[in-house]
Each structure stands twice: as C-alpha cells, then as structure tokens.
C-alpha cells in the first residue's frame, strides 16, 4: 500500500495527459492515481462531489496527496474535505501547484 | 451562475423527496456539480450549511428561517476567506442577512423581511462598483477591477430577489 495521488485541475484532458506522463516514468510504482478535472470531458470547471469521490479511490489507507490548480480548484478541494469521511480527512493532504498551461483556465 | 442555476430548477422541478435539509443539499450538490467555478464551491457551502439549520422539518417559522442563511453566509465567509470590501459575494450576502434579522427583530413578516435583505443586497452589490477586487479572479486586474460591479455579488443580489419574490407570493 502506498500513498495516493489526486489530480484536481480545469481541463479533463490536460490532467490525463498529465497523468500520462507521470505514469510513463513511474512504471509498475503501483501508486494509484485518480483525477477530478473539468465538468465533462470538453468543458473547464471543478466539482467536489467528484474530488471528494477521487480521494475515495485513491485511499489505499496510507493517506492521500491532492495536487490542484488554482482558483475554485483550491475551493472545490476544500469543499471535498467536508464531504468525505472523517477517518479519511485525517490523512488527506491538500498541495496546490500551478501548471502553467492551466494557469488561465483557473 | 446560469448554467449552475438552470441545472437546479430542472433538479427542483423533477421533484426533491425529503425535508427542507435534503432539499438544501440537492441544490447544493448540483451546484457544486455543474458551476465549475469558484461559485459552486462558495454557493454549495451556502445551501450545505443552510441544511442543518432547516433540518428534518417541512415547514419552519421566520426565526429558524433567517437562522439557515446566516449559518450559510457565515460559511461562504470561512471558505472564500474574504472581507467585507475585498469585492465579493460577501459584500451583498452579510449586509443582506444583517438586515434580514434586523428586519425580522422589528416585527416584519418573512416576505417584508426578505424584500428588505434583497434591497441590503442590491446596495452592497452596487457599492462594489469602485472598489479593487482583493479576492478572487478579479483581483488579477488589480486597480482595472475598479469601475466594475463585483459579478459574485452581482448573481448573490439576484439570488435574494429572487427569494424575496418567492416569499412573497404569486403577484395578484
């Protein structure tokens, strides 16, 4: 069991290429890494109902890192610790990070 | 605002089972669900924090009712972390639950009061129009920002109205 990673972003298909990416050079780490970005897959936004689902699925019981863009994605990570269980808040990290490509969408 | 709130009438007119907090939570969860921007998290706490308060009633009097958005404003105010004056949806929700307990600790009815917290609301929103955004996208303009009303306090003014018109019954 290892740590899991969430990505929280504007733009769905920015986050799974970036994801992509990060996967190609941490082949076989078995590190599980789920995503909540973008309304659908073409329109820009964040939803905490799905961040909140996203650290669900990455909680291996070893605690969760979520990575976000700026702007509502900041509001919309907080919003999702009120909305997943207390067990798992406690070992929830929130780590915002620009990604200059999405720094206008945010 | 628009997309979030077209996505709440077509929730609310499908039918929403339940007490007045369940209600509270579906607009929340549907806001949060499809604004995408830093209003549905900000709106989704209002209506989240409201639900408690309302509770597993169908019906409420005044004094419980002006206690939901007031635990709801106060929620807006912790997540967005804003003050009054930085340009935001704070300018027009506090001034508007100030004068809706005012309102409702001078003896007005629900409706009066109401009406009373829209025109508190419609003030503070205008009063944002010289002020620099501190919070929020807007303040990426810095001193452009000025000359502007804040477009959060903007829909949160439209929201009270619509509220009040609500309360107040179909026009005879």
Known sequence: ?????????????????????????????GVP????????????GTDATAIADAIAAADQGQGVVVLMDLGSAVLSAELALDLIDDVV?????LCPVVAAGNFFTS | MYRGMKAVVAKLDEGVAGDLAAVCKQVATTLISSVGGAAGPLYGTLFLRMAPVLGA?????ATTFAAAPRAGVDGVVARGRAE????????????????????????????EAL?????????????????????????????????????????????IAAAATAAEGPAS
Do not use: C
């Open chain 1, 33 to 44: 890494i789920t995503v909540a970005a973008g309304l659908d897959e073409t329109t820009f």
């Open chain 2, 115 to 159: 009406r009373q917290a829209a025109d508190a609301a419609a003030a503070g929103r205008d009063a944002t129009l010289p002020l620099v955004a501190r919070k929020g996208r807007a303040s990426y303009l810095g001193e452009r920002s000025a000359g502007h009303l804040d477009p959060g306090a903007a829909s949160s003014a439209m929201l």
């Open chain 1, 89 to 93: 808040r406690d070992r929830v990290v």
């Open chain 2, 57 to 61: 009633n169908t019906a409420v009097d």
């Open chain 2, 84 to 111: 009054l004056g930085d340009k935001t949806m704070i300018d027009a929700l506090v001034p508007a639950g100030d004068a809706l307990d005012a309102a409702l600790s001078a003896g007005a009815g629900l409706p």
């Open chain 1, 1 to 29: 069991m290892t740590v899991g990673l969430v990505v929280v972003g504007h733009s769905r298909a920015l986050a799974h290429a970036s994801v992509a990416l990060v996967q190609m050079m941490i082949h076989g780490s």
